[in-house]
Every structure is written in C-alpha cells, then in structure tokens.
C-alpha cells in the first residue's frame, strides 16, 4: 500500500513537474553585430527593415539601452549580468587570447539549464577559444552552430589566418552566406523542436560586421546609394533583416509565437567610416588615405588597421560610434517582444546589458538568488512601479577613457579630461554641465574611480598586432577548432 502511495506521488510529481516545464516561456536573444543607431528604417534610415520593424510596433522599444563599446564585453555582460570591468573583459577578444570569460563564471545557459530548458547557440560565440574549457558546449549549451572568434569572411568563414565554422565541437566546411547559414539552421530547429522542453536559442549574426561582404541582387537593390561601404552595409543588414524574418515566421508557423520573449539588440554602436581610435596610438591620420585603393591581404597588421576604418555604418545623430564611449558607440536599437505579455509601446527605461539576464530569469520564475550587477526590470516593462535604476560603467577599446551612466547624467573620465551630460536633456552631448554640477561629478566620479575590476584578461594591444584578428582572407593555419584542442594538450 505504502510502494503504491508513492508511485501516485512521484506520478504526479512528474505530470506537475512536465506541465510546468512545457508552460515556461521559450527565449530567443537575437543580437547584431556592429549594427548603427541609424541603420534601421524605424529611426529614419535609408536600410529597409520591416522585420526588425515589425517587433518594434509589436513589442517594448527600448529606446534607451546601452551596452559597451565592442563586442566580447557586451556579450560577456549578456551571460552573466556582471559589468565588462568587473569580468576583465574590457575589449574583443583576441584569436590567441588564453583568458576568456573566466570558468568561474555561472552564465546564462546554465541557469536555464536548472528550469528545464534546452539551449542552442548559433552563429558568434567571441568569449574564448583557446582551449575546448571555453567552448559554449561546455557552458550550458546543449548545442553550437557558428564560429569561435570575432569575425570570419561571409563566404569563406575564415578568421585570422584559420577556419572558423563548426557544429557541436566538430569543424565543418560548407557552402554559403554566413546570415543564410545561421537562418537555415534557426528555422530547422524551430520546426524540430517537440515541445516537451522550453527553447533558449541566443541566435548571434555576424552582420554587419566587417568585412562588408553581401549577395549581388541585395547590393543592387540600394543601387540609389552612392558610398560603396555604406551600400554593401545596407545589404549586409537587409539579408539580417530577412532572417529575422525567418525566424520569426517559423516560430509562427509552429504555433509558439505566442509563449515566447524575443529579445533583439546591436553588441556594440555602428562601425562608422574613418572611425576614430582614440588615444591615436599609432600616430595615424583620422582619415587613413592607405585604406582608400586596394591593399594586398598578406599585410596583415595593415588589414586590421584598416578594418577599424571600412565600416559603413551610421548612428546619427548621436555621436561617433563602436569603440568610443560616446552615446553612439554604447546606445543601440533594442526591443523585447512577448506577444499579450510585453507589446505596443515605446518605453525610456533606462536598460544595459547588465538587467537582461536577472530580467529574464524573473520572467520565467527563476527563484534562487543571483549575484550580479543588473538587476530585473519586470516591474518597470510592466508599469507595476519602478526599480532602483541600474548604474552602468563603460570602458573604450584602448582602456583611456571610462563613463558612468546614472540617470539622467553620464560622466566621462579621459586621463586629461573629464565631461559631464544630462543624457536625457542633451543625447547628442553638445554641452558639458560640469562647472554648475560639481556635486555631482565628483560624486560620479569617486563611484568610477571604486567602481569593481577584475583581472584583466586581454592580450596587449602590441601582442595582437603581431597577429592580427583578420576578418576573412586566405587560410595559413589549421583551423581555430583543431588549434584550441592542440592547444588543449600541450597545457
């Protein structure tokens, strides 16, 4: 009588336990690469993208979400909520870096992993490589399809020297468009999924990062644009667009739309044209003339300088853009979308990276505590009151220059130089507030100054230049798959 007692609860268990896990929300993170403030047709640009649109008219517009100035700190942030100077992880990481996002580090997949869900990653992964410890198959992911590092050619799938395009830990070779590649393979798992667990698919594009590299037919449908980096940009971000459309469509088709978060943003603001690197370190001109007529690949160090220059991107009217510290290299195009759930309207809530993760678990009912520097924003998505607004540090790709963001002011510390904005009354910060806010900037600043820092982890700069981290071209290695489980044994 007892044996049977407690199969009837461990049966009811087990129903309960299945319903509750079928119930949970399924969450798709979409990020771009590179994507600029004015590279969206809902802020006024000449780039056609009804997708991306389409959530924003649907879903929450953040309009006010911030991120850091490059990529790997950003998406460092995503998975653990933790700031990128806390993490040490201050700038991209390089193909030859041994530190990446440290093991220590519980990240999002993982968590998920605890309520039942099961996680894909597809296309750009950039938080370490060297050895498989860093693979996302052995952080929580329960499946990769994409590249390791920072960027590969769109065609090729090469980086640095080395192939860079593998499934689930094994290097592949195949034929296509690296957005295409990715959207296939996100469709077919939507159509697959059996429904028994919630999805997690955080789905990375490399568009539209360098190098600028898209289809014939979506070159010649800007053929009204005239700069030739800003066109191959527009259909760079036209075929991410269409994926997007993709996607969404499948997860229509399958019927789930409805028990879903999407979550959409840019890594970083756009790659503008002769960006500037500030301290100019190399002595270059703003406008690097060299770049201008066609420079061989063998150049490498030559390649790279040239790179942080080709970008086609624009994020007016807010100023500069990926690398800097100024709104727009850190303020990107954003939405999250839950249909019935969070939908139809614009919202100034101050957002970062850092809330995404402690967001999303509260979301989906996650209970036990977190230690992170974000904190849920529900009850703000949901108009049931305000929380403690989140302070925000960035650092800009040389290290030289720091901000602070704490609503509405901003306060930027240079080695020689320091500026104060009220963000919210001056986004474009034409003016510099600091002589009758003293108070506030020494107050900001001494916060900066104590802000957490962890070890850094990143490869001098001098290092990375010895072997740059190309973007497509000619392989002259083995691939960086082969290399990180070589690198593996010989530890």
């Not at 990020?31 to 924003?56: C, F, Q, R």
């Not at 698919?201 to 979506?218: D, K, L, R, V």
């Not at 700069?461 to 981290?469: N, R, W």
Request: hydrophobic share 35%.
């Amino acid at each position: 009588m007892k044996k049977m007692f407690n199969n009837i609860i461990a049966t009811f268990i087990l129903i309960f336990c299945s319903n509750f896990i079928i119930s949970l929300p399924n969450i798709i993170i979409i990020l771009a690469d590179d994507l600029g403030w004015n590279d969206v047709s809902y802020h006024g640009s000449e780039i056609k993208t009804p997708n991306i649109d389409k959530m924003i008219i649907s879903g929450i517009e953040l309009d006010r979400f911030y991120v850091q100035p490059t990529c790997s700190p950003t998406r460092a942030e995503l998975m653990t909520g933790k700031s990128a100077l806390r993490l040490g992880i201050t700038r991209p990481i390089s193909k030859n870096q041994k530190l990446g996002l440290s093991l220590e580090e519980k990240i999002l997949p993982e968590y998920l992993k605890e309520l039942g869900y099961k996680n894909y990653l597809l296309g750009k992964w950039h938080l370490g490589a060297y050895t498989p410890d860093y693979f996302p198959t052995r952080r929580g992911f329960d499946y990769f399809y994409g590249y390791l590092q920072g960027g590969i050619g769109y065609w090729d799938h090469n980086h640095g020297g080395g192939h860079d395009w593998q499934r689930n830990e094994e290097g592949i070779r195949e034929d296509g468009y690296t957005t295409h590649l990715i959207r296939d393979d996100a469709v077919k798992i939507i159509e697959r999924h059996d429904g028994k667990f919630p999805l997690f698919m955080n789905i990375n594009f490399g568009a539209p990062h360098t190098p600028n590299e898209a289809p014939y037919e979506s070159i010649e449908n800007y053929s009204e644009i005239l700069d030739e980096k800003r066109k191959i940009h527009a259909a760079m971000v036209s075929e991410m667009d269409q994926a997007i459309g993709s996607i969404i469509q499948s997860l229509e088709k399958a019927n789930i739309i409805d028990n879903t978060i999407i979550l959409f943003a840019s890594d970083n603001g756009g790659l503008i044209p002769n960006n500037e690197i500030r301290p100019n370190f190399l002595n270059l001109p703003k406008k690097l003339g060299m770049c201008d007529w066609q420079r061989p690949l063998s150049i490498d160090v030559l390649e790279w300088l040239c790179s942080n220059f080709d970008g086609g991107s624009s994020n007016f009217p807010l100023q500069k853009g990926k690398m800097s510290i100024s709104e727009g290299g850190i303020r990107v195009p954003a939405v999250i979308w839950w249909p019935n759930e969070l939908e139809g309207k614009k919202s100034e809530l101050f957002m970062s990276m850092i809330d995404v993760m402690p967001t999303l678990l509260e979301l989906v009912g996650y209970k036990k505590n977190l230690v992170t520097d974000g904190r849920s924003k529900i009850d703000d998505l949901f108009e049931k009151g305000q929380t403690e607004p989140t302070k925000y540090s960035v650092i800009n790709v040389v290290g030289d220059a720091t901000a602070i963001i704490d609503m509405p002011y901003k306060l930027i510390l240079y080695s020689d130089e320091i500026y104060l904005f009220n963000i919210m009354e001056d986004p474009l910060e034409t003016t510099n507030i600091i002589a009758e806010n003293r108070n506030i900037a020494d107050s900001l600043k001494r916060k900066l100054i104590d802000w957490p820092k962890g070890e850094n982890r990143s490869l001098p700069l001098t290092e990375v230049l010895k072997d740059p981290d190309l973007f497509g071209g000619p392989e002259n290695r083995i691939p960086w798959i082969e290399k990180a489980f070589q690198n593996s044994k010989n530890q």
